[in-house]
Structure formats: structure tokens, C-alpha cells
């Protein structure tokens, strides 16, 4: 049982360039969330899942689009990377079951730079 | 909108001593509250979570919170420091609709 897993682990990218982010929990949990953490500004919510085939935005979703053809696998993609989008990016899942009071499980992180 | 506000950025505290951590939060009802940690180079941990009934919620580890309305806050609380408590820790709330809305967090480093 591996949990929340988050590929790759770390990433450099050069403006302009696009990459996906994979995570996969193995939990059958309906809840899928993309955070990014930024120094003294804790995490932020970019897109999230409520199920296989929904998406939602979040609190910064702007430059990162999301998709979640498989109930285990939520995918992050950056089309046109910028320089502000460097960023350790977390994944999370939650059962889906108690709403609100649900504890999310994270994976990782990647850290991704971008030059 | 829902905030969480964490006013200590960096706590130093010695082992064996005691550990406080601050959380506020602003949000018209009462919130569910989480306390999250974070050790480095890895994901985030759940402490412990308070939603509704005793006041005084334990968590693992040995952290323990309490939530008081008045105050708007649900501070985290250990009484003795152990090194492996070296981390970084979040505040975080969902006002309802199972998003979490995290604090900046405080960095705590534990001294020899």
C-alpha cells in the first residue's frame, strides 16, 4: 500500500515548455487535490477532483490545467511554463466520505524549477 | 472568506521543553480545523483534527490542541520536545465544502 505517490520528484524546465505531473493513490479515494507551496505562503489549492471524469479549480488554477480519466491517477499539466509557476506541487487524496471532516493524505512533492 | 493566520514564523525551542503553536482562524461558523506537519523533503502528516464535541483534541505524536471559540484560535500544544519534532507545521480550516484553506505555517527547530 504505497498511498499518495507524486512523479517525477523533481523537474527543470526551461519557459515556455510543457510537462504533466502524475499522481496516483491506491487507496480507492474519491477526492483528488493539486496544491503548490510557496515559501511563507503555505499551500494553495490549484484544481481538484470530486470523481473520475470531474474537475474544479481552486484558488490558483491560472497556467495549470488537470484531468482525471482514472479514479487513481489526477494529472497536473503546465501547457507554457513560466517562471512563476516554480513551486513544490502536492498532491492529495481523500476518501470523499465525510465531506469536510475527511482527512486528505499527501504525497511527496516535486519540485519543479523553472528557468 | 474563510482565513487561517499562523503568526509565528519560526519557533526555536530546547529539548525536553514545551511547545506552543498559534492558530487563528476567521470564518462566521465554526470551522473544521486541522493541524498538519510537514517533516522536511517530505508530504504532509494529519496531527489531529477537531470538528465537534470535547474542546481538547490528541493527536499523534504526542501533540494535543485546543479549540476556543472566544479566541478564534485552536492552538497546538506538546509538552516535551523530542529532535525527530523539528518541522514544519500547518493550521488549516475547511469552512464546509471539503477544501482545505492552510495557514503560512511555522518552522520549529528543536535545539541540543
Known amino acids: 500500500n504505497a498511498g499518495v505517490t507524486q512523479t517525477p520528484k523533481f523537474r527543470v524546465l526551461k519557459t515556455g515548455q510543457s510537462m504533466t505531473l502524475l499522481c496516483a493513490q491506491d487507496?480507492?479515494?474519491?477526492?483528488m487535490y493539486w496544491y503548490r507551496q510557496d515559501p511563507g505562503m503555505g499551500l494553495r489549492l490549484i484544481h481538484y477532483?470530486?470523481?473520475?471524469?470531474?474537475?474544479a479549480k481552486g484558488e490558483v488554477p491560472d497556467g495549470y490545467n488537470v484531468s482525471r480519466l482514472k479514479k487513481q491517477n489526477f494529472l497536473l499539466g503546465l501547457e507554457s511554463a513560466a517562471p512563476s509557476q516554480t513551486s513544490v506541487y502536492f498532491c492529495a487524496s481523500s476518501s470523499g466520505t465525510s465531506g469536510s471532516t475527511d482527512t486528505q493524505y499527501f504525497g511527496p512533492g516535486t519540485r519543479l524549477t523553472v528557468l | 472568506a474563510q482565513s487561517v493566520t499562523q503568526p509565528d514564523i519560526h519557533i526555536t525551542v530546547s529539548e525536553g521543553a514545551s511547545l506552543e503553536l498559534r492558530c487563528n482562524y476567521s470564518?462566521?461558523?465554526?470551522?473544521?480545523l486541522f493541524w498538519y506537519v510537514q517533516s522536511p523533503g517530505q508530504g504532509l502528516q494529519l496531527l489531529l483534527k477537531?470538528?465537534?464535541?470535547?474542546?481538547l483534541v490528541q493527536g499523534i505524536k504526542g501533540f494535543e490542541a485546543e479549540f476556543k471559540r472566544s479566541q478564534s484560535s485552536f492552538n497546538l500544544r506538546k509538552p516535551s520536545v523530542h529532535w525527530s519534532d523539528a518541522a514544519e507545521y500547518f493550521c488549516a480550516v475547511a469552512p464546509g465544502d471539503y477544501k482545505l484553506s492552510f495557514g503560512a505555517g511555522t518552522t520549529v527547530t528543536v535545539r541540543a
Open positions: 470564518y462566521g461558523a465554526t470551522p473544521y
Open positions: 487507496m480507492n479515494h474519491e477526492y
Open positions: 477532483s470530486v470523481g473520475e471524469g470531474t474537475t
Open positions: 477537531y470538528f465537534s464535541g470535547d474542546t
